[in-house]
C-alpha cells in the first residue's frame, strides 16, 4: 500500500490542470492590464466604483491563491503514511472542511460583487434611473437573503468521504442534489439583468437606429449582452453541474 501512495501526488485530475490554467490566465490578463489599472484605478481619487473593484481584485486573489497550492497539499497530506491512522484521517477532513467552507464563501462574495457591477451598468445605461436603481436594489437584497439562506441550510450537508490512497485526488465529497438550489436566486436575478440589457437594446435601435451611427449607450449595451448572456449560462451550468454530480471528482496535485 505505501508503495503505491506517492503515485497519488504524481498523477493530476483533471480539476487540477483546470485551476492552474484559470489562475494563469488571470495573471496574465491582470499583468496586460496593470498600465490601466494604474491609469484609472490607483491615480484616481478614493470612490464606491474604486473601492468595488478592489474589493473585487482582493476576493478573486484571495480564492486563486489557496486554491492553486491546495492541489498538491492536500494530496500530500493525503499520501502521508498513515501512522496513528485515526489523527492523519482526521486531520485531513479537517483541513477538506475549512477550505470547502473558506472557498465556498469567497466564491459566494465574487458573485455578488459581480451582481453589483452589473447591476450599476445597467443603471448608467439606463440614464441612473431611479425606478431602476430602487428595483435593481430591491431584487439583489432578495437574491442576497435567499442565496444566504440555501446556503446555510443546505452546504452544511455535504460530507466528505474517505478514500484509499490509490485513488488519485483529495477532498471527494458527497452533496445533496438540492445543493444547487443555492444558485437559483442569483440565476433568476442575473436573468432579470439580461432581460433589461436586452430590452435596452431592443428600444435604443427602434429609437435611434434611423440616426447616423449608433449611441455611445447603445454601444456599450450590445457589448455587455453577452457577457450577461454568458454569465447566465455559467450559473446555469452550474445549477445543472451540482444537481448531478454526487461525488466531487476531488482535487490532485500537478507536478
Not at 478614493?46 to 473601492?51: C, E, N, P, Q, R
Not at 503514511?81 to 473558506?102: D, E, H, K, Q, T
Not at 439606463?126 to 442565496?147: D, E, M, Q, T
Not at 433589461?196 to 447603445?218: F, Q, T
Request: hydrophobic content about 55%.
Amino acid at each position: 500500500m505505501t508503495a503505491v501512495e506517492p503515485l497519488v501526488a504524481g498523477t493530476p485530475t483533471p480539476s487540477a490542470y483546470l485551476q492552474v490554467a484559470c489562475t494563469a490566465w488571470y495573471t496574465y490578463d491582470w499583468i496586460l492590464t496593470l498600465n490601466d489599472e494604474f491609469e484609472y484605478i490607483w491615480r484616481r481619487r478614493w470612490s464606491f466604483s474604486k473601492g468595488l473593484f478592489l474589493l473585487i481584485r482582493v476576493t478573486t486573489v484571495f480564492y486563486a491563491v489557496p486554491e492553486t497550492p491546495r492541489h498538491g497539499i492536500l494530496i500530500l497530506i493525503a499520501a502521508v503514511r498513515r501512522i496513528g491512522g485515526v489523527l492523519v484521517i482526521a486531520y485531513r477532513m479537517n483541513i477538506c472542511n475549512v477550505f470547502s467552507w473558506a472557498l465556498a464563501i469567497a466564491t459566494a462574495v465574487i458573485v455578488f460583487e459581480i451582481d453589483i457591477v452589473l447591476q450599476l451598468r445597467v443603471w448608467v445605461l439606463y440614464r441612473k434611473s431611479r425606478w431602476i436603481l430602487y428595483l435593481n436594489g430591491a431584487l439583489f437584497l432578495g437574491n442576497l437573503i435567499c442565496a444566504v439562506v440555501l446556503f446555510l441550510q443546505l452546504f452544511s450537508k455535504e460530507q466528505f468521504v474517505e478514500v484509499p490512497p490509490w485513488i488519485q485526488g483529495a477532498c471527494y465529497d458527497i452533496r445533496p442534489k438540492a445543493l444547487g438550489a443555492i444558485w437559483a436566486a442569483p440565476l433568476c436575478y442575473e436573468i432579470h439583468l439580461t432581460v433589461l440589457m436586452v430590452y435596452k437594446v431592443a428600444r435604443d435601435h427602434r429609437l435611434n437606429g434611423h440616426l447616423e451611427g449608433p449611441s455611445l449607450a447603445s454601444t456599450l449595451v450590445r457589448d455587455s449582452v453577452l457577457y450577461f448572456v454568458l454569465l447566465v449560462g455559467v450559473v446555469g451550468l452550474n445549477i445543472v453541474f451540482w444537481a448531478e454530480t454526487k461525488v466531487t471528482p476531488g482535487d490532485s496535485a500537478v507536478k
